[in-house]
T-cell receptor
């Protein structure tokens, strides 16, 4: 157990729907990162939050949004889902300026049918 | 824009052989990471390289960093089946970590 908790582990939903993925960072970590991993796009950085504030944005679609709450857990909201959104979504956490890298959660496998 | 390139992307090895995976990146950075991912699993941190000339070893894996050449290598010595996995390098610029495409390693008996 890495200390980063992601729920749910698996999610199957229909096109056009909206889902919320949840991440609880490792205790003491203030930064949360979201990544999307698909077969054709590899591991893509989506967005980073630090202590509740958005800090960096990657290749995140406008249909996607995220937030980090006061208790530091984070949610990634995916709306108007398309078949191409099917992927593994990873959350990672770190202490800002942590030189040990990120700790990854086990991921949420999203299947859009 | 920071680009991180790994090669090869696919590597099939015989047990007992040696091989090197290369990671090139486009922007100056002194923080480079190697991760391992088993199929369907999460990413596990292997090495953290924080300075030019850094070398770290764990078992049959050894990673090195040349910041001047913007190159890191992951050397596999006497490969065993348990090393079969996908290996990612990642470069950190201002706490924004960008990953290479990954090298899928298969070690055959």
């Amino acid at each position: 157990d890495s200390g980063v908790t992601q729920t749910p582990k698996h999610l199957i939903t229909a096109t056009g729907q909206r889902v919320t993925l949840r991440c609880s960072p490792r205790s003491g970590d203030l930064s949360v990162y979201w990544y999307q991993q698909s077969l054709d796009q590899g591991l893509q950085f989506l967005i980073q939050y630090y202590n509740g504030e958005e800090r960096a944005k990657g290749n995140i679609l406008e249909r996607f949004s995220a937030q980090q709450f006061p208790d530091l857990h984070s949610e990634l909201n995916l709306s108007s889902l398309e078949l191409g959104d099917s992927a593994l979504y990873f959350c990672a956490s770190s202490v800002l300026w942590d030189r040990d890298g990120y700790t990854f959660g086990s991921g949420t496998r999203l299947t859009v049918v | 824009e920071l680009k991180v390139e790994q090669n090869p992307l696919f590597l099939s090895m015989q047990e007992g052989k040696n091989y090197t995976i290369y990671c090139n990146y486009s922007t100056t950075s002194d923080r480079l990471y190697w991760y391992r991912q088993d199929p369907g699993k999460s990413l596990e941190s292997l090495f953290v390289l924080l300075s030019n000339g850094a070398v770290k070893q764990e078992g049959r894996l050894m990673a090195s960093l040349d910041t001047k050449a913007r190159l890191s290598t992951l050397h596999i010595t006497a490969a065993v089946h348990d090393l079969s996995a996908t290996y990612f390098c990642a470069v950190d610029i201002d706490n924004d970590m960008r990953f290479g495409a990954g090298t899928r390693l298969t070690v055959k008996p």
